[in-house]
């Protein structure tokens, strides 16, 4: 495919060591010759992938705007397989958009977010959920995160997606010929029997993705996280060393309508996304400040609850509702102030927290929290992620087309079992196929491309 040439400022905007304009496209070495001063030579005699010093100037008036390094990349070994400049200029934000200017007055034409990255897909280089994968890269909260992003973006999803439409690909044009060549008596048994065990097998692989999923989309949105406590037992405290210890990294405090404040902290490796900080900052007490209703499906969308009590304090009948509330959830129970004299009824509370994990702290004296930390990361870390080498999906999209395969690989499956024709569960299988090539963007509309591109950052 052939695209006019396009031009961005591909680094953060703001001051920096060195910031670098990207161009890209068939006309992208003309281009640069134009501005270009190298010390010997010009852009077009340059071997691919060598970087050169030398000045940008306006060729109309011979002024010189930046002395920068000028990287020349050959395309199809590039990252939109088109010709491609990179301008690494000084930093500075008058510097950098001059070169841009001049880039744009002499051809090249401003880039759309994300359109490197959309080249990249419609020249073939990448598919859709390695694009997907950049942009998540881009907006990676934690290690964790970034690493599901890179493995997406390395292409692990579509390898194992390709997988499984080639098997499908291959169940029915097997069912086609049995359906074409009857010469066997049991051939209907025999395409039964195919259909059913080659489905079943997909259906386990989309499973086995699905589950990976709510595990993905914690590292890629946090898990949320709730504090919850009688007044007085160091639930603020708590938050604030969470988030004294593990840089919080980001603090999201939108000016919206949204009454729900968060903070994330990274807890080793695990994003906490703690929810409604700001009723535990104020009124120190949660449920007091946003009602019994509200606090009840704070709780129920939680993932992670800490259950926080005074070990100072006898248990009373309060903190017993608060067990009560939290039954079957993901709970640590912290028992805290373990510095005072000791008052609760610690057998009483084990045996309360028997479904739960239990770390006691004296938060004051900073006593604990890796304890607390180390039964954090345990809970959500604990075998499979750790293993590093799955494949996660946590691409919300991703998720939903998942499950909708997942929806009509099953009903190949009831149909094949009920003895219902064999076109009717061609026609499930055929949409699994398609539905499975959506997430990479096989047989995905283009309205959807232009929508998920414009969601990255300029110059990407
Ligand atoms: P919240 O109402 O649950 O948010 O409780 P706070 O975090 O505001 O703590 C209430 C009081 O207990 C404050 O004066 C804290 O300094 C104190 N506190 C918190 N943790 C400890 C602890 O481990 N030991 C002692 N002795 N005091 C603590």
């Not at 109309?60 to 939109?80: A, R």
């Not at 065990?197 to 989309?217: H, Y």
Request: proline residues 3%.
């Amino acid at each position: 495919m052939e695209f006019d040439t396009i031009a961005a400022i591909s680094t953060p905007m703001g001051e920096g060591a060195i910031a670098i304009v990207r161009l890209s496209g068939e006309q992208a070495f003309n281009i640069a010759d134009k501005v270009f001063r190298p010390v010997k030579g010009s852009v077009n005699d340059f071997a691919s992938h060598t970087i050169h010093y030398g000045h940008i100037a306006d060729p109309e008036t011979n002024q010189i705007i930046e002395e920068v390094m000028v990287s020349v990349m050959k395309g199809p070994k590039t990252f939109t397989r088109e010709d491609v400049i990179e301008i690494n200029c000084h930093g500075g934000l008058v510097s950098v958009n001059k070169v841009l200017q001049l880039l744009l007055k002499h051809g090249a034409r401003l880039a759309e977010p994300g359109e490197f990255t959309k080249r990249a897909f419609l020249n073939g280089r990448i598919d859709l959920s390695q694009a997907e994968g950049v942009m998540d890269l881009i907006r990676a909260k934690t290690d964790r995160a970034m690493s599901v992003a890179l493995n997406q973006m390395e292409g692990r999803l579509s390898k194992l997606i390709k997988k499984l439409r080639q098997e499908i690909l291959e169940t029915l044009a097997q069912v086609e010929v049995n359906i074409d060549y009857p010469e066997y008596d049991d051939v209907e048994e025999m395409t039964h029997r195919v259909l059913l065990d080659k489905s079943k097998q997909v259906r386990d692989e989309i499973k086995k993705l699905l589950v990976t999923s709510e595990q993905g989309k914690i590292l890629r949105e946090g898990l949320s996280t709730v504090i919850i406590g009688r007044p007085n037992v160091g639930k603020s405290s708590l938050l604030n060393s969470l988030v004294h210890e593990n840089k919080a990294i980001v603090t999201d405090i939108p000016g919206t309508t949204r009454d729900v404040i968060e903070e994330y902290v990274n807890v080793r490796g695990v994003p906490l996304r703690l929810v409604d900080t700001a009723g535990i900052r104020e009124t120190e007490d949660i449920v007091e400040r946003i009602g019994v209703e509200r606090s009840r499906k704070v709780l129920k969308e939680a993932d992670l609850i800490l259950l926080v009590l005074n070990s100072a304090d006898e248990l009373t009948h309060e903190d017993e509702q608060l067990f009560e509330a939290v039954e079957g959830m993901d709970v640590i129970v912290i028992v805290n102030k373990t510095d005072l004299p000791q008052k609760i009824d610690l057998p009483k509370v084990k045996q309360l927290a028997a479904q739960h994990k239990l770390v006691t702290t004296a938060l004051i004296e900073e006593q604990g929290i890796d304890e607390l930390e180390e039964a954090i990361s345990s809970l959500f870390f604990e075998g499979s992620i750790e293993a590093g080498d799955m494949t996660y999906v946590s691409n919300s999209r991703h998720i939903a087309l998942l499950n909708q395969a997942h929806e009509s690989i099953s009903d190949v499956i009831d149909s094949v079992e009920m003895g219902t024709p064999i076109d009717i569960a061609q026609i499930d299988l055929t949409r699994t196929w398609e539905l499975l090539g959506e997430i990479i963007g096989d047989s995905v509309h283009e309205s959807l491309i232009d929508q998920l591109f414009s969601q990255f950052c300029l110059g990407k």
